[in-house]
């Protein structure tokens, strides 16, 4: 993410007690909008520091790929969802 992306966040209270993060990555370049499930309300700094931890890891695990293969890697996080907008 460069400096110009802001992102945008929503968040709802489950009924599991968990809390669901909407969260839009407005970049004039590359929109992206996903989903992030907390086990726990966290204060708005701590979700934005977590959003862009995932998509850190998202990114690095990326440049290992392989580039002879035509699928992205498998993700193993079910609680971090992106999706291009």
């Keep these: 993410m460069n400096k110009s992306t802001s992102i ?15 969260f839009f990555i407005e970049d004039e370049e590359n ?10 309300a966290k204060p708005v700094g701590d979700i934005l520091e977590e ?3 995932r998509m850190a ?3 690095e695990a990326m440049l290992h790929a392989n580039p002879f293969l035509s699928i992205a890697p ?3 996080d079910h609680h971090f969802y992106l999706f291009s907008a």
């Design 8 to 22: 945008r966040i929503t968040t709802k209270a489950l009924n599991s007690g968990n809390c669901q993060v909407k």
């Design 31 to 40: 929109p992206q909008y996903g989903y992030l499930l907390l086990h726990e």
């Design 51 to 53: 959003i862009k931890f």
């Design 57 to 59: 890891c998202r990114s």
């Design 74 to 76: 498998s993700q193993d």
